[in-house]
């Protein structure tokens, strides 16, 4: 079975500082996708990451892939209060269905 | 507007009652999924369908039956066997092309309470 990790599993940052969420992944796959939802909400596709060195940024994020190390990471720069969230990476494997992450609790202080 | 809706957004539900969550897509997406998201947590498949009148069990099937006769809708029943039900109840949808890269769009969920 496919085990999707992720940490950390909560962040309280900063506004206007950096950091990175980690999503490791058990099994080969070059296929990984990430998740936004706000609370009591659904989830918002953020980026699909979908070949060994994949880098895609929208705004303030930033998501790599790297499929021998079987790791993905979300980078905040100059994190701000909207966004505030839980992030979750997901792993597609063979196609037919995604394993996700724990997800990550992101608080951003003013 | 396409999208998937799941109605309703609230269900309560008494102890040893069926109940079923609706989800409906205008996408034209193939596939389909049913989630359950727990507090705290992430997200397990209950069950998904790759094409009409197909379905495959996920992790956590058990106490939960699904049917898929029309490709836009992919409705979700919680049985009496399902002991904990108590959850927050996401379907999602997937356009299924030969190389399979597209992402999952949900919808907005519906919460479940046990009475």
């Known amino acids: 079975e496919l085990k999707v990790e992720q940490n950390p599993l909560f962040l309280s940052m900063q506004e206007g500082k950096n950091y990175t969420i980690y999503c490791n992944y058990s099994t080969t796959s070059d296929r990984l996708y990430w998740y936004r939802q706000d609370p009591g909400k659904s989830l918002e596709s953020l980026f699909v990451l979908l070949s060994n060195g994949a880098v895609k940024q929208e705004g303030r994020l930033m998501a790599s892939l790297d499929t021998k190390a079987r790791l993905s990471t979300l980078h905040i720069t100059a994190a701000v209060h909207d966004l505030s969230a839980t992030y979750f990476c997901?792993?597609?494997?063979?196609?037919?269905?995604?394993?996700f992450g724990t997800g990550t609790s992101l608080t951003v202080i003013p | 507007d396409g999208g998937i809706t799941q109605s309703p957004k609230y269900l309560f539900r008494k102890e040893g009652q069926n109940v079923t969550l609706s989800c409906e897509q205008n996408?034209?997406?193939?596939?389909m999924y049913w989630y359950r998201q727990d507090p705290g947590q992430g997200l397990r498949l209950i069950y998904y369908s790759q094409i009409v009148n197909d379905f495959q069990k996920g992790d956590i099937a058990e106490g939960y039956s699904v049917s898929r006769e029309k490709k836009e809708s992919f409705p979700l029943t919680v049985t009496s066997a399902q002991k904990n039900p108590t959850a927050f109840y996401l379907c999602a949808s997937r356009r299924r092309t030969g190389t399979y890269t597209d992402t999952q769009y949900f919808g907005p969920g519906t919460r479940l309470t046990v009475l």
């Open positions: 997901a792993v597609d494997l063979l196609g037919n269905q995604f394993y």
């Open positions: 996408l034209n997406h193939d596939a």
